[in-house]
């Protein structure tokens, strides 16, 4: 079992920006990746961003490209999410996923209990 825990959600401005951070346990050997999802009110948890646990390989939602920075520090078993020039449409619960590979993406297998963010007009 791996446990991930988010830190790092609030309110934000239009413009502004945030850093998410999600520690896993110390079982990562099982992971192939990390990476966020999102759930706006009303719709479904949609993918944002993933890492590569071991080769360090990102990809990106086109909704995020170019704003968005996915990172991670292997020795602290922590991945973060730099948040750049937010929007509103940004708004949402962001979940940690740990979990397997994806070319585009990747399957969530253990979730963090999320964090808000809202980014205000």
């Known amino acids: 079992q791996v446990h991930v825990v988010e830190s790092g959600g609030g309110l934000v401005q239009t413009g502004g920006s945030l850093r998410l951070s999600c520690a896993a346990s110390?079982?990562?050997?099982?992971?192939?990746?990390m990476g966020w999802f999102r759930q706006a009110p009303g719709e479904e948890r949609k993918f944002v961003a993933r890492?590569?646990?071991?080769?360090?390989?990102?990809y990106y939602a086109d909704s995020v490209m170019g704003r968005f920075t996915i990172s991670r520090d292997n020795a602290k078993n922590t991945v973060y999410l730099q948040m750049n020039s937010l929007k509103p449409e940004d708004t949402a619960v962001y979940y940690c996923?740990?979990?397997?590979?994806?070319?585009?993406?990747?399957?969530?297998?253990?979730w963090g209990q999320g964090t808000q963010i809202t980014v205000s007009a």
């Open positions: 996923a740990a979990g397997r590979y994806l070319v585009n993406g990747m399957i969530g297998d253990y």
């Open positions: 110390s079982r990562t050997f099982s992971i192939a990746a």
């Open positions: 890492i590569g646990w071991s080769g360090g390989t990102t």
